[in-house]
């Protein structure tokens, strides 16, 4: 990915610290669970089965709902209830109480309501959850432990025209009037953690991997010309990964369901994949963020966290470096050489930068960063990859994916297993890159260097301070070259040149066939000089919504005078499906004067409508943005605003808390604000008090 590739860096996981040693395992889970989208909540059957270890006077089960009733305690063998069982819900969780033997299993069933306060997400007419870490409980009574590894069977009933997508096996869809009932079974254990639902009005498109595991690619019913570019090279990725990891995908099938207003760009639950809706792209939109590297980074999680669980925090390396290595080598086996030598240059600059600071992580500390778990991660496997060589590197993580299969491991497991395999000391190894919080930057630059394209980079790199004159060839060159960072490169470098003596170079690198070149030009230049102004407008019908968005604004306030011509050939443009280009076209039809005045109105209501819950939160953001910024905050922009403020994705969260506090120094805004608080929901009257306090 080109853009949004912070996406990836979303872990911000807290976990269960090792297993509590207990007298009971879970061995089953099943529940029927029914959403009600009115209310925003779910009421549930549900059964779980324990097999005792010792003998006990309680079992427990982590959750935290609202209500339970109904309560039994059966024999699982004879369904014969036990006597004096009882069943209570307190302090967050299901408490069974009894006089409990070794093999003497049971069945505990109960039905119960709750409101979820987080885990369990409802928005518009879809509905998720993202239970990371240990909070599944949240809307699912488990084991908050990711040692405990159960199997779970969920059933949905939802009205006929709405699809649901579980973990496992699509067993049984019963049609009854207007209700399905959509029935899931798993028939291997896994954490509670990776227990999913998802719901909406899907569609899917049908594959098969070259192994023959069904691959299900959901999108929303409308979005057909989004579904190959969306999910674009899945087959080939499945098929690399399979290979390449030499161990045959662990689960019955695989299913990838996109979903609005999602918390992080992916979550790799057990068979079924959810990611973020703003990867939902076009062919155009592909070039700039596209949903690759996250497709093989989710799905080398079923291997790599599925198949084999970390135990705990410290041991997450064994998660997402792996996830992040195995992404880069699909990326690579699409891409190429130079796309995989320059992620790995970024990532190193990024991870260098750090440790230079004295902020570089081990990775084993489980408090580590989300740049340390998964980029140093990757370094560190191909440090080992280069240490053990390919052949012994492929046989050690085969033997440990079959050691620990549908199992938890510790980083100690996974050495122990290489050791054996490859009959390699690993001590030293693990002091350099597992618990060592210096990034070793002199051994990633000789491994860089086997690439000339990098080695071109750094010698193009370090003629940044060198007179025009005396670099001119080299950057007509880089500019001339098949590699979009060559060209990016000498493009930035032109910035810092007087104008008159870089047009030439302008000139040709928006004449350029690579993307990122002329995309370069769009970002680096402010104002655009008349000489070019004719190369420059042609960018406004880029095969890029980034580069389109950027050309409009910068030729838009370069000439004013052509100001309704420029508007009026983007009239139509909508770029992404957060409307990045419609959304600033709004905004500067708004803000030029005299331009289509009888409809300004109508750009303001459209503009205003963006902001709502009606839309994705990526939607929402730059509507809200654009809005502020323009000075256009009435009563309608501000309850859209309290309402962001609240919003269960901090990222969209903050930003909006931080354009509400600068309302705060305008007098009518706090005003409307205090009026309006009355009517708000609890949590967002809550919010706003302690903003206006």
């Not at 269960?16 to 529940?31: C, H, L, P, S, T």
């Not at 302090?91 to 093999?103: A, M, N, Q």
């Not at 409308?222 to 690399?240: C, M, N, Q, S, W």
């Not at 980029?375 to 050691?403: N, V």
Request: charged residues 25%; glycine residues 4%.
């Amino acid at each position: 990915m080109k853009y949004w590739f912070y996406c990836i860096f979303f872990v911000g996981w807290i976990y269960a610290y090792g297993q509590q040693e207990r007298n009971f395992d879970v061995n089953q889970i099943a529940a029927i669970i029914t959403p009600d989208f009115q209310e925003k909540s779910i009421a549930a059957a549900y059964t779980a089965d324990f097999e005792i270890l010792k003998p006990t006077t309680k079992v427990y089960l982590d959750a935290r709902i609202d209500t339970l009733y109904d309560a039994g305690v059966f024999q699982i063998e004879d369904k014969r209830m036990i006597e004096g069982a009882s069943v209570v819900l307190e302090d967050d969780k299901v408490i069974i109480s009894g006089d409990f033997k070794p093999d003497q299993n049971l069945t505990v069933s109960f039905k119960y309501k709750v409101k979820p306060k987080q885990t369990l997400y409802f928005f518009g007419d879809q509905m998720w959850t993202q239970g990371q870490g240990k909070y599944t409980s949240y809307w699912l009574p488990s084991i908050d432990d990711m040692t405990d590894k159960i199997e779970f069977d969920l059933s949905i009933p939802l009205p006929a025209d709405y699809v649901a997508i579980s973990n496992g096996v699509l067993t049984d869809k019963e049609d009854d009037e207007s209700i399905s009932h959509w029935h899931f079974d798993m028939e291997n254990p896994m954490s509670s953690y990776l227990v999913m639902i998802a719901v909406g009005k899907y569609d899917k498109q049908q594959l098969n991997s070259s192994s023959g595991i069904p691959l299900e690619n959901y999108y929303l019913k409308g979005d057909e010309a989004y579904v190959e570019p969306t999910y674009r090279y899945t087959k080939e990725i499945f098929d690399f990964l399979e290979r390449k990891i030499g161990v045959p995908y662990p689960w019955p099938n695989y299913k990838q369901v996109p979903v609005r207003d999602f918390l992080y760009a992916g979550m790799e639950n057990t068979t079924a994949t959810v990611f973020s809706s703003a990867f939902v792209v076009d062919s155009i939109g592909f070039n700039d963020k596209n949903y690759v590297n996250v497709n093989a980074h989710e799905l080398a999680h079923q291997w790599f966290g599925n198949y084999v669980t970390e135990v705990s925090a410290a041991d997450h390396w064994l998660h997402e470096g792996f996830a992040s290595y195995y992404a880069l080598l699909a990326e690579r086996e699409l891409y190429g050489d130079d796309y995989y030598y320059w992620k790995l240059f970024n990532t190193a600059e990024q991870l260098r930068s750090r440790s230079d600071s004295g902020k570089g992580e081990a990775l084993s500390n489980p408090k580590a960063s989300s740049l340390t778990f998964y980029e140093k991660g990757t370094w560190a496997l191909i440090a080992l990859d280069e240490l053990l060589g390919t052949f012994d590197f492929d046989r050690a993580i085969k033997a440990y994916l079959e050691r620990y299969a549908f199992n938890n491991a510790t980083l100690d497991d996974f050495f122990a297993v290489v050791a054996q395999v490859t009959g390699k000391d690993m001590t030293e190894f693990r002091k350099q890159w597992i618990d060592q919080s210096s990034f070793k930057s002199a051994w990633v630059l000789d491994y860089l260097t086997q690439s000339e394209f990098i080695k071109s980079y750094l010698s193009l790199e370090a003629l940044r301070k060198e007179p025009l004159d005396a670099k001119q060839s080299a950057l007509a060159a880089a500019i001339g070259s098949s590699n979009d960072y060559l060209g990016q490169e000498a493009v930035f470098q032109l910035s810092e040149e007087p104008m008159n003596l870089s047009l030439p170079l302008y000139t040709a690198a928006l004449a350029d066939e690579q993307l990122l070149v002329r995309q370069a030009v769009a970002q680096s230049l402010n104002s655009i000089p008349l000489a070019i102004k004719s190369d420059f407008e042609a960018l406004l019908g880029d095969e890029s919504y980034v580069t389109q968005e950027m050309a409009l604004y910068r030729l838009w306030s370069s000439f004013p005078q052509d100001r309704s011509k420029y508007l009026d050939r983007m009239a139509s443009a909508l770029g992404f499906k957060e409307k990045n280009i419609r959304q600033l076209w709004l905004t500067l039809a708004i803000v030029t004067p005299n331009y289509k005045q009888d409809q300004k109105r109508e750009f303001i209501k459209e503009l205003m409508s963006y902001a709502t819950a009606n839309y994705s939160f990526e939607t929402r953001e730059l509507a809200l943005n654009y809005l502020t910024e323009i000075q256009f905050v009435n009563e309608s922009v501000l309850l859209s605003l309290v309402d962001a403020c609240v919003h269960p994705n901090w990222r969209f969260r903050s930003g909006a808390r931080e354009l509400l506090k600068r309302q705060m120094d305008n007098p009518l805004s706090v005003s409307t604000l205090k009026e309006i608080l009355p009517a708000l929901p609890l949590k967002q009257q809550q919010y706003l008090r302690s903003v206006l306090e």
